[in-house]
């Protein structure tokens, strides 16, 4: 990856906006007539009207964690952020790229979505604000009774299913950001696949958050039936304000009997956008989770994809890679429950820091009474490249049971003199050698990656570490 | 004739310490140099003082390429003049591929400029016919390019992927370190067989060895010893196998005491 790199740092590249022109925006703040006023313009049943009042009770109840973050969290300011956000011409998605209002065309094109699109994707889901304006499945998905939709679409096309398992992966009551999320949810993927459907190509949306100040609470929730694969990615851009934003996702995942679903995320915040997503996979017999979860940008991001095996034999996976810079706090890692004999699990973690930047891996490992046999392997490492940034390890590790076999290794480690002096002793500019040595440290999660994201991926660190080391 | 590198009082040291204290050589194109001397007496110093390692201070001296004093410019830019180091103990970088390492070192040393000022790199289909050329040159496996640079290299591959490194960058002067430290017999045969295809009258060898054992495969015009950061005799081939025969202690020995260097 030695492609010469002529965009600053400072010159965040997806850090352009289109005027808004919204059909909806709600008022700032949050209240319960906010929270019922968005369920009555969404149509939605009595019973999601109700889970939203149910979260938002809990939201308000709820203090906030005094753990993690660096402080950070104390800093949000909840009565300054849109909840709500409908773009016009966002009633429906679109079936067809030509549909696609202009303003809003524009803004994928700068993305790069319609190329990446017409490479390889299988469907794509674009959240633009809060409502999903374009999606379009491949024909013998649809055949093979597989649904991809947006949640407010799955919620209307299929209420039975959503109301069968929304909530019951993560309820309300998890956790503050959860709550919220709950409260004030909108946009976000839905997908079934039914058993023994083996969805070959990753399905893919991109997120985007436009307006300033503005709060995205996207809702995914995917549920792989028995013996069934798929593959998920999802990637964020957020332009660049001078005042914050918060984002607080909720990714629920149920992966039955045999099933496999892989979650990839790049996300890449711009530097002023509070990131707590809340992302759980339960998984049953023999069945296997995996996120790849890669943490760019943002002010704060906390997020410990997690994994519960839920029964016998079943396998949970999580790849993180975190990227802090200057003022960036990324405090991210893995959580995995054994809840049944006979489950494995590995977390793998890389971080990097940089220009005072600061991360940290925090995860849990659990094993209940009964979950004999199982097996876990957890790995971090993190790579300083200055002086000013630091990286702390945070492995808390629970076992309730003897017959387990449990593995922690952790490193931290710089960028060596050596390293360096090779491979500028061999013609390669200093900034080029410092990219390929962290594009070499965290190729063992990219190389996870569907191509365009590695590519992207790699594109992101190199644009992040420009002229970083001096 | 002009020359390759012209190296004049050069003086370097490590930690503070003194390690060169007034290194003298001309390097002429076509030459090949052999440098030797017991442990510790500078020459991986010479080096990498030469490559411009940071670790290594330079106290005083010249060395000239090409009209330019390289003392003056990084490492990076002293590759891209063409001078090359094969090194004695090359380092691992984890999830780099060689293909990919060998094809950006290719680029920024070999890279065509183009109007603009930047380099134009090699059409990838291109490179890795070169690449494989040269890796059948050096009885390498064509599944090396897929791994990672000297990562898990045992101490024969490491030096193959050294002179393939040189190969495929045509130096103009290339210094060899200790590149038969570590060879078994057949491995020194084809590192060395790889050298000696590269020599011509445009390009000169610095080969560096505390053992005479390379220079029956890589033929020195010039033999120079060394000792206490000074070169203290020099001469032809023979040199080396009077070297052989007297041992380090007795050449070093009747120099010091004859006056003729050292201090």
Redesign the interface.
């Known amino acids: ?2 492609a ?1 790199v002529d965009v600053n740092l400072d010159d965040y590249k997806y850090g352009f906006s289109v005027p808004e022109n919204y059909a909806f925006k709600a008022e700032k703040g949050l209240s319960e007539r906010i929270v019922k006023q968005i369920s009555e313009m969404k149509n939605e049943p009595g019973w999601m009207t109700d889970f939203r009042l149910r979260g938002y009770k809990h939201f308000l109840e709820r203090p906030m964690p005094q753990w993690g973050g660096q402080g950070m969290l104390n800093t949000i300011n909840f009565d300054d952020i849109y909840y709500y956000i409908k773009p016009v011409g966002a009633d429906k998605a679109f079936e067809s790229w030509d549909d696609v209002p202009e303003d809003i065309k524009n803004t994928f094109d700068r993305l790069g979505i319609p190329e990446a699109e017409q490479k390889f994707l299988a469907g794509v889901g674009a959240q633009y604000e809060s409502e999903v304006i374009y999606h379009s499945i491949i024909k013998d998905l649809e055949s093979k009774g597989v649904i991809f939709l947006d949640m407010d679409a799955s919620l209307r096309e299929h209420p039975e299913i959503v109301k069968e398992y929304f909530g019951t992966v993560i309820p309300p009551e998890d956790n503050k950001f959860a709550a919220l999320n709950t409260s004030v949810w909108s946009g976000g993927s839905f997908i079934y696949v039914p058993p023994g459907v083996h969805i070959d190509l990753p399905l893919q949306a991109y997120f985007r958050i436009n307006a300033q100040n503005m709060g995205q609470f996207e809702r995914t929730l995917i549920i792989v039936d028995e013996g069934a694969y798929v593959h998920y990615v999802e990637g964020c851009t957020a332009p660049t304000y001078s005042t914050d934003s918060l984002h607080s996702a909720v990714v629920e995942i149920i992966v039955k009997e045999n099933g496999r679903c892989r979650y990839s995320t790049i996300q890449n915040w711009s530097h002023n956008v509070y990131n707590l997503v809340t992302k759980r996979a339960q998984a049953y017999k023999n069945a296997t989770m995996e996120w790849v979860d890669g943490n760019l940008g943002s002010k704060l991001t906390m997020k410990y994809p997690a994994v519960w095996l839920m029964e016998d034999g079943a396998h949970g996976e999580v790849l993180s890679i975190a990227f802090a810079g200057k003022g960036q706090v990324q405090d991210a890692g893995g959580k995995i429950v054994h809840a049944a004999p006979n489950t494995s699990s590995v977390i793998t973690s890389k971080s990097i820091s940089k220009g005072g930047g600061r991360t940290t891996y925090r995860g849990l490992i659990k094993v209940a009474p009964n979950a004999t046999n199982s097996k876990s392997n957890v790995l971090c490492d993190a790579l300083i490249l200055d002086d000013q940034s630091a990286s702390d390890t945070f492995p808390y590790i629970e076992i309730e049971n003897n017959n387990v076999s449990i593995g922690h290794e952790a490193s931290v480690s710089k960028v ?4 360096l ?10 900034d ?2 410092s990219n ?2 962290v ?6 999660i990219v190389k996870e990656l569907p191509m365009e994201y590695a590519l992207e991926m790699n594109r992101l660190i190199e644009m992040e570490m420009e002229g970083s080391v001096g | 004739m002009s020359t390759s590198l012209s190296i004049k009082d050069l003086q370097v040291s490590i930690d503070d310490k003194l390690i060169l204290k007034g290194l003298n050589l001309e390097v002429k194109p076509g030459e090949v140099h052999a440098i030797m001397g017991p442990n510790g007496s500078g020459k991986s110093t010479t080096a990498y003082a030469l490559a411009g390692h940071p670790a290594y201070e330079v106290e005083g001296g010249e060395v000239w390429m090409d009209g330019v004093n390289l003392l003056e410019l990084s490492p990076d830019e002293r590759a891209q003049m063409g001078l090359f180091l094969c090194f004695q103990y090359p380092t691992a970088i984890p999830g780099i591929s060689m293909a990919n390492f060998l094809r950006t070192s290719y680029n920024a040393v070999k890279g065509e400029e183009g109007e603009d000022g930047k380099k134009k790199p090699i059409p990838i289909a291109e490179f890795r016919k070169k690449l494989l050329e040269k890796m059948d040159l050096l009885k390498m496996d064509k599944s090396f390019a897929r791994r990672y640079l000297n990562e898990g290299f045992s101490g024969g591959e490491k030096k193959r992927a050294e002179i393939l490194q040189m190969t495929l960058l045509e130096p103009k002067v290339a210094i060899l370190d200790e590149t038969d430290s570590g060879l078994d017999i057949d491995a020194l045969r084809i590192v060395s067989e790889g050298v000696n295809s590269m020599l011509s009258s445009e390009r000169a060898f610095i080969v560096i060895t505390h053992y005479q054992r390379i220079l029956d495969y890589i033929k020195p015009d010039y033999v120079h010893i060394m000792y206490d950061g000074q070169i203290i005799l020099s001469g032809g081939p023979e040199l080396a196998l009077r070297l052989e025969e007297e041992g380090y202690d007795n050449i070093v020995k009747s120099i010091t005491q004859n006056g003729n260097g050292g201090n």
Do not use: D, K, N, V
Request: charged residues 20%; proline residues 4%; hydrophobic residues 40%.
């Open positions: 990856m030695a010469t060596s003199e050596e390293q002096f090779y491979l500028m002793s061999r013609g390669i500019e200093e080029t050698a390929m040595i594009s070499g440290f965290i190729e063992p």
